[in-house]
């Protein structure tokens, strides 16, 4: 017997669709036909809440990856409003894989939790908006998944602690995450799994784990350590403009990923008896019979 929950699979295309509605929905069809992962991830901003006046009208800090001439003006560039967030989420129901998105601020929880989706993201930068976070316990009915990158573990006990409060940790999903674009190995830190599970399993929903490393191998050692929800960057072209898209899988990595996430939890059972029937021909043409 299987004792592990099936991986649910988690594409995020973020802001990788470079402002465009039509690469959104490449990504969207990508990821459901190709990829066959579960659900797909945009995030929303309103950026003249989130960001400072000054914040707002400096220069992009990486000029090569910007898509406007201030920082502001290249967040505005690839935001898409309320109306093509409920457009896309309507394609993905049109072609059955589940929409979401992170939210950074309360205006953009608000609008989102007005689309009803299955889960709302709160990424590492913004689970500590206390505001934010009662206003979607109170109004959103969904699951909330909250990554743990850049968070201390008095943190995370206060966060699973507000969750409690409003009676609303069982749809809470905890993400291992360590914030960085692309994380070296060193840094995964993966065995913070082990303590998110031992302190945290029976008070929320789900482990998960979001990862922003190369390759798909640390994705399947996550997994198999018990975070059943896996949620990785995802791009058409990894060479793109843009911040996300080095530390993103392209299409076949993450139908690769999707394969092999599949595969092992198939294995990752007991024998249910001592020798399977698999076993019982190769046992009678190749084990020492003369004992």
Not at 133 to 146: M, P
Request: proline share 3%; glycine share 6%; net charge neutral.
């Amino acid at each position: 017997m299987n004792t592990y929950k099936k991986p649910y699979i988690i594409a995020e295309i973020g802001c990788n669709h470079k402002g465009e509605m039509e690469i959104a929905k490449e990504l969207i069809k990508v990821a459901k036909i190709f990829c066959n992962v579960d659900a797909v991830k945009f995030q929303k901003r309103n950026n003249k809440e989130l960001l400072t006046k000054e914040q707002y009208n400096q220069p992009h800090p990486n000029p090569i990856n910007s898509y406007g001439d201030t920082y502001g003006a290249h967040r505005e560039y690839l935001e898409f409003d309320v109306n093509q967030h409920a457009a896309l989420k309507s394609f993905c129901e049109e072609i059955g894989i589940v929409y979401s998105t992170s939210v950074w601020d309360l205006t953009s929880a608000k609008e989102i939790a007005s689309l009803h989706p299955e889960f709302i993201k709160i990424p590492s930068a913004c689970n500590n908006n206390k505001t934010m976070l009662e206003w979607l316990c109170e109004n959103y009915k969904g699951e909330l998944h909250i990554s743990t990158g850049m968070t201390t573990k008095d943190e995370i006990e206060d966060l699973v602690s507000l969750f409690k409060k409003h009676n609303r940790n069982k749809d809470l999903v905890l993400y291992n995450c360590t914030s960085g674009y692309p994380v070296p190995f060193e840094d995964v830190c993966l065995l913070d799994i082990n303590l998110l599970i031992e302190k945290y399993k029976n008070d929320v929903k789900h482990i998960g784990f979001s990862g922003h490393h190369l390759g798909i191998a640390v994705d399947v050692a996550a997994y198999t350590l018990g975070a059943n929800i896996i949620e990785r960057h995802y791009t058409i072209d990894r060479t793109w403009k843009g911040t996300d898209h080095a530390a993103s899988l392209e299409p076949m990595g993450l139908r690769k990923l999707s394969r092999d996430l599949n595969a092992v939890y198939k294995a990752l059972n007991y024998k249910s008896q001592d020798i399977l029937p698999i076993e019982e021909v190769q046992r009678n043409k190749l084990k020492n019979q003369k004992g």
